[in-house]
């Protein structure tokens, strides 16, 4: 565990320096379990249409995406980028697929995570491991269903993700992403800096590459490229942004587990309106299925 100091440092680091030089492990480790969850340790945005609590937003787009990629008991999963396995002991209770293979680059959080599979006694159902999700320990045509759930923006890089995601799918198998984007660019000066104001402050924290900063159609351009078909990218920003924003506005004391650093910028960016904070940032959900032949 660092210090104090080293861990006051570190996020003064990456909140005040847009080029904090912190890989996206690093960045994983000071935000560590500071979930606004106060049940599970989700660090997902959550999916809002009909949710009322963090926890049920959270848990809501995880069953989002387990629905699009139509998730079942049959099924072999891989989960790129699984935080602290959340979704995969949700999916685990609630879709029961044959096996859940998670891949994670933080080993903080596959510690933490595998424990807490193990505390559910579901090692048998859910192998958690540390791996990239651009050079996948999986062989080939292995599973029916990869997803990535608020992760694929990190990838170096996301194409990468896409052709090892189709190698390891077999034929039929699906693919499903939630993931963030930037907006298209807006025709009025001042809506057009608030977009590049709010992308480049979430893609410089949050280690997105510029190689990543593309629009739907882009998007769905790279998996039809990677050899995938029946593509859909949809925006879901208003059911993501704007309810999650007016949700924590609400309920400050929900920030409570953060670095109080974190929570001072938390904190003053939410007396902002959400249309600003949020205006250069999109939110898909994705699908994908590589041919039965």
Same mark, same amino acid.
């Given at each position: 565990?660092?210090?104090?100091?080293?861990?006051?440092?570190?996020?003064?680091?990456?909140?005040?320096?847009?080029?904090?030089?912190?890989?996206?492990?690093?960045?994983?480790?000071?935000?560590?379990?500071?979930?606004?969850?106060?049940?599970?340790?989700?660090?997902?945005?959550?999916?809002?249409?009909?949710?009322?609590?963090?926890?049920?937003?959270?848990?809501?787009?995880?069953?989002?995406?387990?629905?699009?990629?139509?998730?079942?008991?049959?099924?072999?999963?891989?989960?790129?980028?699984?935080?602290?396995?959340?979704?995969?002991?949700?999916?685990?209770?609630?879709?029961?697929?044959?096996?859940?293979?998670?891949?994670?680059?933080?080993?903080?959080?596959?510690?933490?995570?595998?424990?807490?599979?193990?505390?559910?006694?579901?090692?048998?159902?859910?192998?958690?491991?540390?791996?990239?999700?651009?050079?996948?320990?999986?062989?080939?045509?292995?599973?029916?269903?990869? +997803?990535?759930?608020?992760?694929?923006?990190? @990838?170096?890089?996301?194409? $990468? /993700?896409? *052709?090892?995601?189709? &190698?390891? %799918?077999?034929?039929?198998?699906?693919?499903?992403?939630?993931?963030?984007?930037?907006?298209?660019?807006?025709?009025?000066?001042?809506?057009?800096?608030?977009?590049?104001?709010?992308?480049?402050?979430?893609?410089?924290?949050?280690?997105?590459?510029?190689?990543?900063?593309?629009?739907?159609?882009?998007?769905?351009?790279?998996?039809?490229?990677?050899?995938?078909?029946?593509?859909? +990218?949809?925006?879901?920003?208003?059911?993501? @942004?704007?309810?999650?924003? $007016? /949700?924590? *506005?609400?309920?400050? &004391?929900? %920030?409570?587990?953060?670095?109080?650093?974190?929570?001072?910028?938390?904190?003053?960016?939410?007396?902002?309106?959400?249309?600003?904070?949020?205006?250069?940032?999109?939110?898909?959900?994705?699908?994908?299925?590589?041919?039965?032949?």
């Amino acid at each position: 565990m660092p210090s104090p100091l080293a861990n006051f440092l570190g996020y003064l680091n990456w909140l005040a320096r847009p080029s904090h030089g912190l890989s996206t492990s690093e960045v994983y480790d000071l935000i560590a379990t500071a979930s606004p969850t106060e049940h599970g340790l989700y660090l997902n945005l959550g999916y809002w249409r009909e949710a009322e609590t963090m926890d049920d937003a959270s848990e809501a787009l995880a069953m989002l995406v387990a629905d699009a990629g139509g998730m079942t008991s049959g099924d072999i999963v891989l989960d790129c980028g699984f935080g602290f396995a959340d979704q995969d002991l949700l999916w685990a209770r609630e879709r029961q697929p044959q096996q859940i293979i998670g891949l994670n680059i933080t080993a903080s959080q596959v510690e933490r995570a595998r424990q807490r599979v193990a505390d559910a006694g579901l090692e048998d159902r859910i192998d958690l491991r540390e791996g990239s999700a651009t050079g996948m320990p999986v062989p080939d045509a292995s599973v029916d269903l990869v +997803v990535s759930l608020e992760s694929a923006f990190h @990838y170096q890089t996301r194409e $990468d /993700f896409f *052709a090892e995601a189709f &190698r390891v %799918l077999r034929p039929g198998g699906r693919l499903v992403t939630a993931d963030i984007l930037p907006m298209p660019r807006s025709s009025r000066f001042v809506t057009r800096m608030r977009q590049r104001l709010s992308w480049y402050l979430v893609a410089s924290r949050f280690n997105i590459p510029e190689a990543n900063r593309y629009l739907i159609q882009p998007y769905e351009m790279k998996l039809e490229a990677a050899g995938f078909d029946g593509v859909g +990218v949809k925006s879901i920003r208003d059911d993501v @942004y704007a309810p999650l924003h $007016d /949700f924590l *506005a609400a309920n400050p &004391r929900l %920030l409570e587990r953060q670095h109080w650093l974190a929570k001072l910028l938390a904190r003053a960016t939410l007396t902002r309106k959400a249309t600003n904070v949020y205006a250069g940032l999109d939110y898909i959900l994705a699908v994908a299925r590589k041919p039965a032949r």
